[in-house]
């Protein structure tokens, strides 16, 4: 005579009650009753919630509904609103490519993790290979503003040295053209400077 699944669960809740109590009185339990409680989550028809299913084999709930609505082979169908623990082992047994449903099989937590951890590295490796592109060291800046206020310093000496005899007698017009073309000789001298200094091989 075959015991159906429901008794096996009531037989199974019956055994846990009087384990409960012997631990109450302070009893020794046997190894038989130890593996029990051990199991108890998982009873000998090892009928389980459908939350347990998708973290032991890493699936959805999406996929046992569609795998369901489409029939698929194998696939177990819920006993008293749990699902049947053996019988899913059954069923990926005999269907390994099963998961998502392009039919590839989904990876587990720790190889995504590596996955995951291995294009941040190259991403960083990215980052840093554009840093070493395109940083200047801070001793080459301050190299570079000392050499630039050289460059106007001697720019406005020059400057005020020149101007004042140039623009002597002059017209307001031609001051300022004067003026301009001291000014104008000064930016281009600290254009060409600055290309000079942060000129990349």
């Known amino acids: ?16 009650a009087n384990i409960l ?3 109450k009185a302070g009893k020794v339990l046997t190894g038989a009753e130890r593996k029990l409680i051990d199991g108890s989550s998982e009873t000998p028809s090892e009928l389980v919630p459908q939350k347990k299913i998708i973290e032991i084999f890493n699936i959805t709930r999406k996929s046992i509904a569609q795998w369901r609505r489409e029939g698929k082979e194998g696939v177990p169908i819920k ?7 053996t019988k899913w082992r059954e069923f990926f047994a005999s ?22 951890l291995t294009v941040e ?33 001697a720019g406005l000496l020059r400057m005020q040295a020149d101007l004042p005899p140039a623009l002597e007698g002059q017209s307001p017009n031609r001051m300022a053209k004067i003026i301009g073309e001291s000014s104008e000789k000064l930016l281009t001298e600290l254009s060409e400077t600055e290309s000079e200094l942060w000129l990349v091989d």
């Open 1 to 16: 005579m075959k015991i159906d699944s429901a008794t096996v669960d009531k037989i199974n809740q019956a055994n846990l």
């Open 95 to 116: 269907n390994p490519d099963a998961g998502f449903f392009d039919g590839k099989p989904r990876k587990d937590r720790e190889s995504l993790l590596c996955e995951k």
């Open 21 to 23: 109590k012997k631990v």
């Open 79 to 85: 006993e008293n609103g749990m699902e049947n623990l």
């Open 121 to 153: 590295i190259e991403c960083k490796k990215i980052e840093l290979k554009k840093l070493e592109d395109t940083c200047i060291d801070m001793v080459d800046v301050q190299n570079a503003f000392y050499k630039l206020g050289i460059v106007i310093r």
